[in-house]
């Protein structure tokens, strides 16, 4: 079972939230086929927020073919998002915090990390389409 | 389905001046409503008219499709908590229970024994001992074993600390998932009103300024900025709420459906605090603006 939690600052509409973290618990294998969500009433008790927000959210991910609801049981993870690829996170991930550091001791600070980041990145994915 | 509240014209007056006036709204059932505004604004006395205690001096006023508080089912159908939650200070949590369930056919005694001991409250205690939070908690807990269909509360939160205030919308929001009652909330605490509300009034001024879905008013409200504009040359799609200038810059506030297609601009989303601050904003300088302007 996996929680949820709100970013009241973030600008991104609660239910987009909660998609989002679903969305990212199945592709980083913490939910798996079969596994259930927390129920609208577990949710709404948890986080204090409108029952028809999760409704929506749920929804959305049941419309994405992710999850299916079982009415009067709950709703359950259909489809999982993580691959084959899943076993190369933990090393790439080691791999990317010590690019971070190196990066911090070069003496870039957040927003320069995350521009050359950024800027990496789409040089990387011209790279592949090219 | 018929709305859940629906007015037409409504208004009240106390002596020469009006509390609230030509207030028509239309408040589909299912939904979580947000009512904010300034103080003085006429939120309690258009909960009040929605309760039944007070009688409309004009136009008309509908609960559930009936006229308020005027039956004992009328009455059955919807729960209210006052301001400041106010129970009887001398009367055990278990005699609140025991007068709601005399006084209301509907009442669920499971669900509020229920909510007592899942509060971890003695129901022995007396209300007077209660602190402020577990008071509002009772409160509610009287409001919603009568089961009602609409649940109407006047500043539940106001005067609890964020931890109290935090424990009762999640009370709040869990019956409503598990029975399904629409509410009608007011509030000043716009992030409270953001993470359980589906549906906002913003009244200021005595009338209502805007009402609708919080999806759909954040999708067609946008803050333009550009280079000082005039704003006669806005498309008239685009309804202007707020604007405002500096010697090289206007900043504008806009409702429309439509896109924004002026390469002049740059776009941004709104909160809701914004949005309801824009409206706010507009109804106090309106308030303010010399009478004479109307003749012309």
Redesign the interface.
């Known amino acids: 079972m996996i929680e949820f939690h709100?970013d009241?600052r973030s600008?991104v509409?609660?239910y987009l939230q909660v998609v989002h973290q679903v969305r990212q618990a199945l592709r980083l294998g913490l939910l798996g086929e079969g596994d259930q969500l927390p129920t609208?009433?577990d949710v709404?008790?948890?986080?204090?927020?409108?029952?028809?927000?999760v409704l929506k959210a749920y929804r959305e991910l049941e419309h994405d073919g992710l999850v299916a609801a079982r009415p009067g049981i709950g709703t359950f993870v259909t489809r999982t998002l993580s691959d084959a690829s899943l076993a190369a996170h933990a090393g790439l991930r080691r791999e990317l915090l010590r690019w971070f550091a190196e990066a911090r001791r070069a003496g870039l600070d957040d927003e320069s990390i995350e521009a050359l980041f950024r800027d990496g990145f789409r040089a990387a994915s011209t790279e592949d389409v090219a | 389905m018929s709305a859940v509240l629906e007015t037409n014209g409504l208004g009240k007056r106390y002596g020469r001046k009006w509390a609230l006036s030509e207030c028509t709204l239309a408040i589909p059932p299912?939904k979580?409503v947000g009512l904010v505004g300034p103080n003085g604004a006429g939120k309690t006395t258009l909960l009040h008219l929605s309760v039944g205690l007070l009688r409309p001096t004009a136009g008309s006023i509908n609960v559930l499709a009936g006229r308020p508080g005027t039956t004992p089912s009328q009455l059955a159908r919807v729960g209210f908590v006052a301001q400041d939650a106010p129970t009887y200070a001398g009367l055990s949590i278990d005699d609140h229970l025991r007068f709601g369930r005399w006084m209301n056919p509907t009442w669920d005694a499971k669900l509020a024994e229920e909510r007592v001991a899942g509060l971890g409250l003695d129901p022995r205690q007396r209300a007077g001992q209660l602190s402020g939070g577990q008071r509002a908690q009772l409160a509610l807990t009287l409001a919603v074993a009568k089961r009602p269909e609409l649940l109407v509360l006047d500043e539940p939160v106001a005067s609890l600390d964020p931890l109290a205030r935090?424990e009762f919308?999640?009370?709040?929001?869990?019956v409503?998932?598990?029975h399904g009652a629409s509410v009608i909330l007011s509030s000043h605490l716009i992030?409270d009103l953001?993470?359980?509300?589906?549906h906002l009034v913003v009244l200021a001024g005595s009338r209502v300024q805007i009402a609708g879905d919080i999806?759909e008013l954040?999708r067609t409200h946008h803050r333009l900025t550009g280079p000082r504009h005039d704003r006669h040359a806005l498309p008239s799609d685009q309804q202007v709420i707020s604007e405002s200038h500096t010697d090289r810059q206007t900043t504008l506030i806009v409702r429309t459906g439509n896109p924004i297609l002026d390469p002049a601009f740059s776009v941004a989303?709104l909160?809701l605090e914004d949005l309801v601050l824009a409206y706010m904003t507009r109804a106090a300088q309106e308030d303010r603006r010399p009478k004479l302007e109307v003749r012309a």
């Open positions: 709100l009241s600008g509409a609660p609208v009433k709404v008790a948890r986080l204090a927020i409108n029952p028809n927000t | 299912g979580v935090r919308l999640q009370g709040l929001m869990e409503v998932a598990e992030a953001e993470r359980v509300c589906d999806d954040l989303q909160d």
